[in-house]
């Protein structure tokens, strides 16, 4: 059931994370913070007049009722800061979005993932980068994460549900909504395929100039790596690998020809040395120390017992050190360490070295 509460101040698009921090240790809740709601709170939390005209307007018209009855009709589902199902990674980053909704299957985040961006000007030659870089990827087991524009977004989807792998799509608008409206049949089958669609945004938001860049940070904070296949000076695609730089995520470039405008911006990130070259996909796992499994991630089975089972479902073919395996899995360290014994001997976990894990 979606919170009402929480559903009101996303609509509001008012709270960052420090403005969220405060309003929970004067208030303790959203639903005390709601009950407070005015022009003073707003121009105490450091609003500008026009955000608090505007706030004031939708809370005044704000029916939580018929909203999630909306929400409800597309499997829509919400998170914040503080839940325990919010990504890790995309909290650590400078910026995190306070509310995030989704529709489809959030635990893909706890997968290594990897952003592949690009030009909605998608060239052949960026194409056929695309299409070779993306199975490999799913392969490995990887997550493939994109923002559902036209051009390399949609390619990866495309590729991503093709190589029978999971895909991410982060949107620059709400989820009852999608945009471009040629990629809703898109949308559909990516969900329909177990992966998942996120926004920071309103469910009923419109994308505008300002929400693009916005979630290209999201992109980048929910990715292991980012892998620019094709991006001409000024691309969004840049903006993902500059947050993902900040983040201190790797960047992954992919070359072009050197006369082809489409990869003038892919040149200019890698003469400024900010990013790897890479040429093949095996490079970007590589770097990641991503290994690739024994056997498909989708065919693989769960041990029985249930140590093994808590484990085996907590790693990932990126290595995870034996102290997070048992913080994550909830196995106490004697019964975790017997559990990846016999697992190792069984096939279905792998120590990589330095007592770092993966599933095989």
Not at 7 to 19: D, P
Not at 27 to 41: N, Q
Not at 76 to 83: A, G, P, V, W
Not at 240 to 266: C, H, K, W
Request: glycine share 8%; aromatic share 6%; charged share 20%.
């Amino acid at each position: 059931m979606l919170d009402a509460d929480a559903l009101f101040w996303l609509s509001l698009r008012v709270l960052n994370r420090e403005r969220h921090e405060a309003l929970m240790e004067v208030f303790g809740s959203l639903k005390e913070a709601r009950r407070h709601i005015g022009e003073e709170m707003l121009r105490g939390m450091g609003c500008r007049q026009d955000t608090i005209e505007r706030a004031l307007v939708i809370a005044e018209g704000f029916n939580a009722a018929l909203l999630i009855r909306r929400c409800a009709t597309v499997g829509m589902q919400m998170l914040t800061i503080h839940d325990d199902a919010y990504p890790e990674q995309l909290r650590r980053i400078p910026d995190p979005p306070v509310f995030l909704c989704f529709i489809g299957d959030i635990h893909l985040l706890r997968q290594p993932c990897i952003a592949l961006v690009g030009t909605r000007s998608m060239s052949p030659y960026g194409k056929r980068v695309t299409q070779t870089f993306v199975p490999r990827l799913v392969a490995a087991g990887a997550v493939t994460v994109s923002g559902l524009a036209l051009g390399i977004d949609g390619e990866v989807a495309r590729e991503t549900l093709c190589s029978g792998g999971k895909t991410v799509a982060v949107l620059g608008n709400g989820l009852l909504d999608i945009f471009p409206p040629s990629h809703r049949p898109l949308s559909r089958d990516i969900v329909k395929g177990g992966g998942l669609l996120l926004s920071e945004l309103p469910p009923d938001a419109s994308p505008d100039t300002y929400t693009f860049p916005a979630r290209n940070r999201i992109i980048a904070g929910v990715s292991a790596g980012t892998v620019v296949l094709e991006a001409p000076a000024g691309s969004g695609a840049l903006q993902t690998a500059e947050f993902a730089l900040e983040d201190g995520r790797d960047v992954f470039v992919v070359p072009g020809q050197i006369f082809d405008e489409n990869y003038a911006g892919s040149h200019g990130v890698l003469a400024k040395g900010q990013a790897r070259l890479v040429t093949a996909p095996d490079d970007v796992l590589t770097e990641l120390r991503i290994v690739t499994p024994a056997s498909h991630p989708a065919t693989a089975a769960a041990p029985a017992d249930p140590d093994q089972a808590a484990i085996w479902h907590t790693l990932t073919t990126m290595p995870q050190r034996f102290d997070d395996v048992v913080a994550a899995s909830n196995v106490p360290a004697p019964r975790a360490n017997a559990a990846l014994t016999l697992m190792e001997l069984a096939g279905a976990a792998r120590n990589v070295g330095e007592g770092q894990w993966v599933r095989r």
